[in-house]
C-alpha cells in the first residue's frame, strides 16, 4: 500500500508516525511547532486526534463509573481533560498545510462520525483507536473512503478484531492492523502485557492481506525493535517536546532525542535483518579466508612422492585454490607435481590427477 509518498511493504523502510495526540495543550501554535520537531527527529507523519468531548465521552458516566488506571492521575475531570485537548476543526488545513511543508504526512483519528468527513480532504490514511474497534458504524464510514486504514487493537478479544479487519476488507484492502496494550500508566511493568507475539498470530490469521504494526506506549522503543524484528512495517508512538508538561498524554510520550534514538536504531535494525539468504557476506569474504583452515604440508614432499594422511595438518589462512580439511580424501594416495616445502599450503595445481 501507499501512505502519502510512502510505498509499505515487507521490503520497505519501517513507517514512523508520530501521534501528537493532545501533547499540542490546546495550542495551535503548539501543535506546529511539535509537527516540525518530530518531522526533524524521523517521523513519516503527525497523527492528531479529531474529537469533541460531548461526542467521545458521557461526562455523567465517567462520574459514576469513576477515574481509573491512567486517568486516576488527572486533576480535571475526564470531561474537562477530554474538552481541553480537543482540536479546533478550524486548524485542520493548518495543520494538514504545515505537515506538508515539514515533509511529511498528515494523519488523524476521528472520533465523531461527522468529522470523517471533514478530514478527508487533508488526511493520506486513517487511523482507528482501540477503543472504537467495536463501534463498526464509524468502521465502515472510514473504510467507505477507500484510504489506508490503520487499525489498533488494543483491550480487544481476537473475534472482535476479526469482525474489525472483515468489516474493512469489505470495503477496503489496505490495511495496517497494530497490536497495541492501552495501559498508559508508563509503568515498567507493562511489558509483561505488550505480547508482541500477537504479531505472529496476526500474520498466520491475516497473511498478506494486512501489513502488521504496532502501536505502543511502553517506556523506550525496545518493543518497537521487537515488533519489526517479527514484521511489523508501520510503528505509532505519542510525541512530545516535554515529558514533564501537564497533560493528559506528556508523561508516556517520546520526546525529540528519545524519538530521533528510536529511528536511528530502527534504520540499523533494517539493515542488519537483511534479505534472508545466507551467503558469505561482502564484508567478510576476506576474514572467511583468514578464519577458515586449509591443508598444510608438516613434511617436506618429493616430486611424484605420494601424499599420506600424517604429512597433512589443518591450520589457518585457507588459501585460493586450496584443500578444505573436508577435501582431505581428494589428496590422500595423490602425487605431487614437484617438491613442496614443510609448512606449504596445498594447492590443486600441485597435485597430479
Known amino acids: 500500500m501507499k501512505i502519502g509518498r510512502k510505498h509499505i511493504s515487507q521490503n520497505s523502510k519501517t513507517y514512523f ?5 493532545a501533547n499540542h495543550d490546546g495550542s495551535l501554535k503548539r501543535a506546529k511547532k511539535l509537527i516540525a520537531l ?14 469533541k468531548a460531548e461526542t467521545i465521552v458521557s461526562d455523567k458516566g465517567f462520574k459514576q463509573f469513576g477515574k481509573k488506571s491512567h486517568q486516576s492521575k488527572w486533576k480535571k475531570s475526564v470531561f474537562q481533560t477530554y474538552k481541553d485537548a480537543s482540536i479546533d476543526p478550524s486548524w485542520t488545513k493548518e495543520l494538514y498545510k504545515h505537515c506538508k511543508k515539514n515533509g511529511i504526512d498528515f494523519i488523524t483519528t476521528p472520533y465523531d462520525i461527522n468529522y470523517v468527513n471533514d478530514v478527508n480532504k487533508y488526511v493520506c490514511a486513517y487511523k482507528i483507536g482501540s477503543g472504537d474497534l467495536t463501534w463498526h458504524e464509524i468502521i465502515k ?17 481476537l473475534e472482535e478484531v476479526k ?12 490495511l495496517v492492523l497494530m497490536q497495541c496494550n492501552t495501559n498508559y500508566t508508563n509503568s515498567e511493568d507493562n511489558f509483561n502485557f505488550i505480547n508482541l507475539k500477537v504479531l505472529d498470530q496476526y500474520k ?4 498478506n492481506k494486512v501489513i502488521l504494526g504496532l502501536s505502543d506506549h511502553t517506556l523506550g522503543h525496545s518493543t518497537v525493535l521487537g515488533s519489526i524484528v517479527m514484521g511489523a512495517k508501520v510503528i505509532e508512538k505519542h510525541f512530545t517536546d516535554n515529558n514533564n508538561r501537564s497533560g493528559p498524554d506528556h508523561k508516556f510520550s517520546m520526546n525529540f532525542d528519545t524519538w530521533k534514538s528510536m529511528v536511528e536504531d530502527t534504520r540499523r535494525l533494517e539493515k542488519a535483518i537483511g534479505d534472508g539468504k545466507k551467503k558469505i557476506e561482502k564484508n567478510e569474504r576476506q576474514t572467511s579466508f583468514l578464519q577458515r583452515r586449509g591443508l ?6 618429493t616430486k611424484n612422492e605420494k601424499i599420506q594422511s600424517k604429512d597433512l595438518i589443518a591450520l589457518r589462512p585457507y588459501q585460493s585454490n586450496g584443500y578444505h580439511p573436508y577435501e582431505i580424501k581428494k589428496l590422500i594416495g595423490k602425487k605431487v607435481k614437484r617438491k613442496i616445502l614443510e609448512g606449504e599450503c596445498i594447492k590443486k595445481n600441485m597435485i597430479r590427477r
Open 17 to 21: 508516525i508520530a501521534d501528537i495526540a
Open 204 to 207: 498466520e490469521l491475516f497473511g
Open 38 to 51: 518530530c518531522a526533524k527527529a524521523g517521523a513519516n507523519a503527525a497523527k492528531f486526534q479529531h474529537f
Open 141 to 157: 464510514q472510514i473504510s467507505s473512503k477507500r484510504k489506508p486504514v490503520i487499525l489498533a487493537t488494543g483491550a480487544s478479544k
Open 296 to 301: 598444510y604440508l608438516n613434511k617436506v614432499k
Open 163 to 174: 469482525e474489525a479487519v472483515k468489516i474493512i476488507l469489505k470495503k477496503n484492502k489496505e
